[in-house]
């Protein structure tokens, strides 16, 4: 009888513990940077001088305009 649960403990020690599967999350990306790249943009995190962070679209010649701005300009319906 010493002789199974001293096989049994030895078992349980030496066994590998059992892996739990990783936790995945899923994302999206931020459509408003989305759009601006798409259309020739390149997104931007700019912060304010009082340290407010805001998205903006940056194109090629310089111009800036907040990145959710551009979004709701070519989608606002009224």
């Given at each position: 009888?010493?002789r199974?649960?001293?096989s049994?403990?030895?078992?349980?020690i030496?066994?590998?513990?059992?892996?739990?599967p990783?936790?995945?999350?899923t994302?999206?990306?931020?459509?408003?940077?989305t759009f601006c790249v798409?259309?020739?943009?390149?997104?931007?995190?700019?912060?304010?001088?009082?340290?407010?962070?805001?998205?903006?679209?940056v194109?090629?010649?310089?111009?800036e305009i907040?990145?959710?701005?551009?979004?709701?300009?070519h989608?606002?319906?009224s």
């Amino acid at each position: 009888m010493q002789r199974i649960l001293l096989s049994l403990a030895v078992a349980a020690i030496a066994a590998p513990a059992v892996a739990q599967p990783a936790k995945t999350t899923t994302t999206l990306a931020n459509p408003a940077a989305t759009f601006c790249v798409e259309n020739g943009g390149a997104y931007e995190i700019k912060e304010s001088g009082t340290g407010d962070k805001a998205g903006v679209c940056v194109f090629s010649d310089g111009a800036e305009i907040d990145a959710w701005e551009f979004l709701r300009a070519h989608f606002d319906n009224s």
